[in-house]
């Protein structure tokens, strides 16, 4: 069972440079997500998607683009490196089910550092 | 706005009982979550609760009060395995897609001494 994950798992780049975090879920869920966490505030929400060629963007999406051509991957790409997107990225799925009290599954993380 | 307050960290001794407590704030509410979180690795779910009272699942349990906005997760006979970050999540509600209306915490850093 594969469940969820995340490549590359550790990554340097430079400031200005194009990086791309990918994701991919086995379980076919219908949602994806992309957190990032930092020291001293909560998960937060760059984008997420509903579904194949459905995305949306979270709370803190400037200088982040996404894709979701496949049900399965959701990949995140930061089209030019800052030092501030310097993070600890997670990407998720679930699927929605209201009466449920649906679960967020998480991929391993990918720790990203802008220099 | 919407927010949730958790402590930021807390000690506690092997074998006793820990509360971490959580205060949240959301435009309408659709279940709280808590998920733990060892370092370096992903959060992992621990327990949903959308109705008032105590959910228990082994040594945790989790605690809701809707009308009071509060939480709270308690650890029995704790072991050192518990050492890790515990995060609180509320889940607001909206009319159309309201998957992402999940509020986190900060998380609470519970440190198990011998």
């Known amino acids: 069972d594969a469940g969820i994950t995340q490549s590359p798992r550790y990554k340097i780049t430079e400031t200005g440079r194009q990086v791309t975090l990918m994701c991919h879920q086995t379980?076919?869920?219908?949602?994806m997500f992309w957190y990032r966490q930092d020291l001293g505030h909560g998960l937060r929400l760059i984008y997420y998607?509903?579904?194949?060629?459905?995305?949306d963007k979270g709370e803190v999406p400037d200088g982040y683009v996404v894709s979701r051509s496949k049900t399965e991957n959701f990949p995140l790409t930061l089209e030019s490196a800052t030092r501030s997107q310097t993070s600890v990225y997670f990407c998720?799925?679930?699927?929605?089910?209201?009466?449920?009290?649906?679960?967020?599954?998480f991929g391993e993380g990918s720790w990203l550092t802008v220099v | 706005g919407q927010n949730i307050d958790q402590p930021t960290e807390m000690t506690a001794t092997e074998g006793a009982i820990v509360q971490i407590n959580c205060t949240y704030q959301?435009?309408?509410?659709?279940?709280l979550f808590w998920y733990q979180q060892h370092a370096g690795e992903a959060p992992t779910f621990l327990s949903y609760?959308?109705l008032d009272g105590l959910e228990e699942k082994g040594r945790f349990s989790s605690f809701l009060s809707r009308s009071k906005g509060y939480s709270y997760l308690l650890l029995k006979e704790l072991q050192m395995k518990d050492s890790a970050s515990y995060l609180c999540a509320a889940r607001g509600a909206s009319e159309g897609d309201s998957n992402y209306q999940l509020i986190w915490g900060a998380g609470t850093k519970l440190i198990i001494k011998p």
């Open positions: 998720a799925s679930s699927e929605w089910a209201v009466s449920s009290g649906n679960t967020i599954y």
């Open positions: 379980w076919s869920h219908s949602y």
């Open positions: 959301t435009s309408g509410f659709n279940g």
């Open positions: 998607s509903a579904a194949a060629d459905i995305t």
């Open positions: 609760n959308v």
